[in-house]
């Protein structure tokens, strides 16, 4: 909650600066890095207060979906949860704790291993609920595309692409579903208040703490030429801070 604009400046600076590249892959990639977490936390089930935590961030990212999408006269499919330990069998291949949280588009399931949670307070410093529900929110982020037909879009552009357009379409998705997360943050403060002084800072820190999907994909084994793709930490919390601030899904353009 206390974290301030210092912190975060330092870890975007480490982050996107690639002045350890072991920590961004120990982060969400890679496989037994140095920053494997070395004591992780029990197997976590819904009961338990962080599982109950994530489900309960994802119940209200359904709430705000629904409400959006109900506008336009749509039903919104909501994105199921399955948090696990250590390894899992998903609708996109096998994954490891070290894939970080992931959405997967074959089956609509947003993947978290708690113990995630905890490397981002401690190799990320960043701290708090809300850098969490940031998380998630953007992996639901990465849903709406994909029942959107957006994810589709571009996955065909790319394989026409050179490979610099691929990685700069990877940046868009990712930047989108950041956008995506900042319409949930704005319509959870609206409807819920559930925003409070500091958490927007929380989430901006993991915002730039957090790669993309595009580690995920290696680990998960699928095919994955793009080199490894973010915004800028300044790009990732411009579009944050767009959706947080209008709340509308048509100023989340990325691709404009
Ligand atoms: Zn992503």
Redesign the pocket.
Known sequence: MKFGIVGLVAIVGAYFLGIDPRLVMGLLGGGGGPVQSEAPIAPSTPTDEAGQFVQHVLGDTEDTWSAIFAEHGDQYPAAKLRLFSEGINTGCGSATSAAGP??CPADNYVYIDLSFFRQLETEFAAQGDFAKAYVIA??V??HIQTITGISDRVRAAQQRASQAEQNALQVR??LQ?DCYAGIWAHHADRARQLVESGDIDEALTAASA?G??TIQKRVQGQVNQESFTHGSGAQRQEWFRKGLSSGRVQDCNTFD
């Open positions: 992931f959405y953007h992996e982020g990465h998705m990712e579903a957090v993309d999907d």
